[in-house]
C-alpha cells in the first residue's frame, strides 16, 4: 500500500491528451511539491516534472505537472506511442521524514 | 557530464549483508547542493525510497528500515555506500543510486541499477 495513490493503469491514442492522478496527505502534498518520473521497462527512472509544474531542461513541453490541495496530477498532450511508460508520482512526507511514492501507472498507448 | 554506477554482488544469501557501492564520476560528491540516495524497486513493484546521505556524512533512513540499513559516504574515493544486513527475500530488487537536487527536492540523476536477489 503506497502512500501516494495513483490508478495503476492509463490509456490513450496516439495524439491525445491524457492524465494521471496522485492523492496525498496534508504531511506530504500539504507542505512539500510533487514530482512526476517516466520509466521505461528495464530502465532507471528519469524526472519530467519537479516543483510540480516545472520541467527539467530537455523534457518536452507536451508533459505538464499540476498541484491542488493534496492531490496532484500529470498530463500529457499529442500523445506518443514512446510515452508508452510507467509514471510516478513522488514527494517528501513530513510525518514519515522521507520520500514517499505512488505505486505506478501504467500508460498504454493505443 | 556527472554519473553514477553502482556495483556489488548479484546475489546475497539470506540473513546475510547486502553492499552496494555508488560511483560517482565527472563531478566532485562535494556539494551542499545534494543528498545522495538509495531507492529500490521489487520485481515488478514500484519504487521504494531507503535513505540519503549528505557529503558531510548526515543521514536520513526510511523508519521501518532503519534497523537494517547503513548509509555512508566517502568523499576520498567520490563514492557512497549502502548496507542492509539480516537480508530475506523481501529485500531482493534492482537498487538505484540516484542524486538529490537539495533546494528543489527532486532526483535529477540515476544510476543504471543493480539487480540484488537474495536466495540461497
Known amino acids: 500500500q503506497s502512500v501516494l495513490t495513483q490508478p495503476p493503469s492509463a490509456s490513450g491514442t496516439p495524439g491525445q491528451r491524457v492524465t494521471i492522478s496522485c492523492s496525498g496527505s496534508r504531511s506530504n502534498f500539504g507542505g512539500n511539491s510533487a514530482n512526476w518520473y517516466q520509466q521505461v521497462p528495464g530502465t532507471a527512472p528519469k524526472v519530467l516534472i519537479y516543483?510540480?509544474?516545472q520541467r527539467p531542461s530537455g523534457v518536452p513541453d507536451r508533459f505538464s505537472g499540476s498541484k491542488s490541495g493534496t492531490s496532484a496530477s500529470l498530463a500529457i498532450s499529442g500523445l506518443q506511442s514512446e510515452d508508452e511508460a510507467d509514471y510516478y508520482c513522488a514527494a517528501w512526507d513530513d510525518s514519515l521524514k522521507g520520500w514517499v511514492f505512488g505505486g505506478g501507472t501504467k500508460l498504454t498507448v493505443l | 557530464q556527472l554519473q553514477l554506477q553502482e556495483s556489488g554482488p548479484g546475489l546475497v544469501k539470506p540473513s546475510e549483508t547486502l553492499s552496494l557501492t555508488c560511483s560517482v564520476s565527472g563531478g566532485s560528491i562535494i556539494s551542499s547542493s545534494y543528498y545522495w540516495g538509495w531507492i529500490r524497486q521489487p520485481p515488478g513493484k514500484g519504487l521504494e525510497w531507503i535513505g540519503r546521505v549528505s557529503y558531510s556524512g548526515r543521514t536520513n533512513y526510511k523508519s521501518s528500515l532503519k534497523s537494517r540499513v547503513t548509509i555512508s559516504v566517502d568523499t576520498s574515493k567520490n563514492q557512497f555506500s549502502l548496507k542492509v544486513t539480516s537480508v530475506t527475500a523481501a529485500d531482493s530488487a534492482v537498487y538505484f543510486c540516484?542524486?538529490?537536487?537539495?533546494?528543489?527536492?527532486?532526483?535529477?540523476?540515476w544510476g543504471q541499477g543493480n539487480v540484488v536477489t537474495v536466495s540461497s
Open positions: 516543483n510540480s509544474n
Open positions: 540516484a542524486r538529490e537536487v537539495h533546494l528543489w527536492q527532486y532526483f535529477d540523476l
